[in-house]
Nanobody, 124 residues
Framework: QVQLVESGGGLVQAGGSLRLSCVAS????????MGWFRQAPGKEREFVAA????????YYVDSVKGRFTISRDNAKNTVYLQMNSLKPEDTAVYYC?????????????????WGQGTQVTVSS
């Protein structure tokens, strides 16, 4: 099991940027693929981005392609989500999640460990 703590959320104007960080406890961070998900009010949790154990493979939902970048630093037990050109529809609570194994998944039920979430609000 790994404990995850997100940070970096906040209030930003449309067109602005934020970088989310997710720090994992334990010494086996490189054994996990990582994902970012988000949940807007009244909506189901949705996949945003994922990265494999080494950082060599990533995947994004179409709505954030070209604007968001997921990356990881295994030496720091940290995964990042750089969010540029933010839009009001990006407003949500963002969660990082860990999946034991080298490959990522696009489905939330394959991730066992979750952070508490960080709020991102984009004003128009």
């Amino acid at each position: 099991q790994v404990q995850l703590v997100e940070s970096g959320g906040g209030l930003v104007q449309a067109g602005g940027s934020l970088r989310l960080s997710c720090v994992a406890s334990g010494r086996t961070f490189s054994s996990y693929a990582m994902g970012w998900f988000r949940q807007a009010p009244g909506k189901e949790r949705e996949f945003v981005a994922a990265i494999n154990w080494s950082g060599g493979s990533t995947y994004y939902v179409d709505s954030v392609k070209g604007r968001f970048t997921i990356s990881r630093d295994n030496a720091k037990n940290t995964v990042y989500l750089q969010m540029n050109s933010l839009k009001p529809e990006d407003t949500a609570v963002y969660y990082c999640a860990a999946r034991l194994g080298r490959s990522y998944s696009l489905t939330s039920h394959e991730y066992r460990d979750w952070g508490q979430g960080t709020q991102v609000t984009v004003s128009s």
